[in-house]
């Protein structure tokens, strides 16, 4: 049994910093990517930002220059530091992990259940 648990969320005012961090527990083998993706109401599932094992990271357009994320391999977490933020960064922000498992060949996604960030004006 695997499971991602988000925290960090909350409400911030424009121009504001929130730190969501999401921690991978239970059977994990290794972890291969780690991401956040956000859903705002009405509308799709889109990727904020991720990062592979060894570091390499991406990110969305509107993100770049305001958001970092970062992980800490060794306690199965990853983090998203947000700065500057704006109304549109409103969304439920959901943390996925790509990962093996001890008792399966193959690659397993992992979605948490989100964290909710407000960004007032």
């Known amino acids: 049994q695997v499971g991602l648990v988000e925290s960090g969320g909350g409400l911030v005012q424009v121009g504001g910093s929130l730190r969501l961090t999401c921690a991978a527990s239970?059977?994990?083998?290794?972890?291969?990517?780690m991401g956040w993706y956000r859903q705002a109401p009405g509308k799709q599932r889109e990727l904020v930002a991720k990062?592979?094992?060894?570091?390499?990271?991406d990110y969305a357009d509107s993100v770049k220059g305001r958001f970092t994320i970062s992980r800490d391999n060794a306690k199965n977490t990853v983090y998203l530091q947000m700065n500057s933020l704006k109304p549109e960064d409103t969304a439920d922000y959901i943390c996925?992990?790509?990962?093996?498992?001890?008792?399966?060949?193959?690659?397993?996604?992992?979605w948490g259940q989100g964290t909710q960030v407000t960004v007032a004006s």
């Open positions: 996925n992990a790509v990962l093996q498992v001890p008792t399966a060949f193959g690659t397993y996604d992992y």
């Open positions: 239970g059977s994990i083998f290794r972890i291969n990517d």
């Open positions: 990062i592979t094992r060894s570091g390499t990271t």
